[in-house]
């Protein structure tokens, strides 16, 4: 899902151009050194270069000239704001505003300044709100006020006050069809899927646009109309078929309905077409392992690795497939799980697949020559990801597979906890149990293990689950 676009300096009528003209060029009084000009920290700033923007305007005095004081203020607070000091840039902008209390607009763009810094700061922007919604303005002016209020309120998750300012912005300009989405986009976040839908139907008679109808499967499919909203992500892929996105839209969409050899097929394609995404091969990765295609599900996640520099996502699936598949464990994916844990050692579930596969080979071949790396990996990956269902698992599994009874129970407990309805932990809690001659808490568990094996046998409802954990970490990894 797109989010609206906001510049770190989004402070309106922040034209550094108009700065510049306003200052002709600020030139340095005779005798005095060129530092007094605001000209290169004004050019560093358009180039978004702001902390050398920063560096360059702070040995400069501000001027005792009304004019160019005022434009000194407004530069200075555009960098600021682009530096992410969203307070200094009211303070800023504010003293800007007082130098010309006439100025309807400056004074517009210093309370925008001040709603910023208040929603950084989490304070209530009720009071600047009301100022920007019951300022005389003339129509274009009042248009960038209520369009900027919105987008500020967006950037802070506002979606309802965002949407409010976005419908008015509508009234003044009915033939934008870029408000209508982004006021269908804050109605979407705002869960209104109706008012979503109707604002989204209405960018759509002004401009049909590959984002429009990306825009539209989203709404269709939160409201349960899952061909209409495929039909949309196929309408965005004949408008833009260029744009990688589309397609790894529609490929998740028929992927969440259990449509494999489709999606497949959608993703295929896209892999030829955008031969250097990583993000391609993992979702085809996904799509082939869950047809039972598990030697191409490794080959594409391999081949992600090598595309990213930051594979964790394909990395976890990698692990992910590798402890739930019942064909033996590729040797390339055991080396890529483990390198990857050895360079990322913060990682929450690296340590925990590459100790877990590294279990898995053991015990299937009988071999205990690495217990000691396994349990020290594993016992690693508890520490640093204690609430992380795969480390306290797998770590519970190797404890029991070493014979360490007691602290096994511990993992495994915490493993049930954390995942009550995985059958498997379950199974392992109840033999610990049994080693440690509590009948009546194996028993139980027993039970635990009959009733989520039951709640997950149908082959259909386990794909689903596993879709829809996949996808859920697919599509966080893309939002990161």
């Known amino acids: 899902m797109r989010l609206p676009h906001l510049h770190p300096c989004c402070l309106i009528w922040f034209c550094l151009a108009a700065c510049a003209a306003q200052l002709p060029s600020t ?92 929603l950084d700061a989490h304070q209530d922007p009720g009071p600047s709100l009301k100022v920007l919604r019951t300022m005389q303005l003339p129509p274009s002016g009042e248009l960038e006020v209520r369009l900027r209020t919105a987008e500020i309120l967006s950037g802070a998750h506002l979606y309802a006050q965002a949407a409010s300012d976005y419908s008015e912005a509508a009234k003044l300009a009915p033939d934008r069809p870029d408000i209508f989405f982004n006021l269908a986009l804050a109605h979407y976040y705002n869960s209104d899927w109706n008012a979503a839908l109707e604002n989204a139907n209405r960018a ?70 955008f031969p250097e ?64 844990a050895d ?48 480390a306290r698992c797998q770590f519970g599994k190797g404890l029991e597979w070493a014979q360490q009874w007691e602290e096994a129970r511990t993992q495994l407990e915490a493993c049930v906890r954390l995942t009550p309805g995985s059958p498997e932990g379950h199974f392992h809690l109840a033999r610990v149990y049994r080693r440690l001659g509590l009948t009546s808490l194996a028993a139980q568990q027993t039970r635990l293990q009959e009733q989520t094996a039951k709640a997950e046998s149908a082959e259909s409802v386990r794909r689903a689950n596993t879709v829809s954990r996949f996808l859920v970490l697919f599509g966080d990894a893309k939002t990161d």
């Open 27 to 118: 030139p340095a009084a005779k005798g005095e050194p060129q530092s007094t000009s605001i000209d290169p920290a004004v050019q560093l700033a358009k180039a978004h270069r702001y902390k050398e923007a920063a560096a360059a305007i702070r040995g400069v005095p501000e001027p005792s000239d009304v004019q160019q004081r005022l434009t000194f203020l407004r530069v200075r607070a555009s960098i600021e704001s682009g530096l992410g000091n969203s307070k200094a840039a009211a303070t800023d902008m504010e003293a800007a505003a007082k130098l010309a209390p006439q100025n309807g607009q400056l004074r517009a763009a210093a309370t925008l300044a001040r709603l910023e810094a208040q």
């Open 204 to 273: 759509k008679a002004l401009e049909d646009t590959g984002s429009t109808e990306s825009l539209l499967g989203d709404i269709y499919e939160k409201r349960g109309d899952a061909l209409d909203a495929v039909h949309c992500y196929q309408a965005a892929l004949s408008l833009e078929p260029n744009v990688e996105q589309h397609r790894l839209t529609l490929a998740a969409e028929l992927l969440r309905h259990q449509t494999f050899d489709a999606a497949i097929v959608v993703l295929e394609q896209a892999a030829s077409l």
């Open 277 to 340: 995404s990583a993000h391609v091969r993992v979702l085809l990765g996904l799509s082939y392992y869950l047809v039972d295609r598990s030697t191409d599900a490794v080959h594409a996640l391999l081949e992600a690795t090598q595309l990213s520099d930051d594979s964790g996502l394909a990395v976890r699936y990698l692990g992910e497939i590798t402890l739930l598949d019942t064909a033996a464990p590729d040797p390339a994916a055991i080396t890529k799980i483990c390198a990857f």
């Open 343 to 390: 360079s990322h050692p913060v990682s929450k579930t690296a340590n925990a697949f590459c100790g877990g596969v590294m279990l898995r080979v053991s015990q299937e071949a009988g071999d205990d020559a690495h217990r000691e790396e396994i349990l020290r990996r594993l016992r690693e990956a508890t520490r640093v990801a204690p609430n992380e269902s795969a």
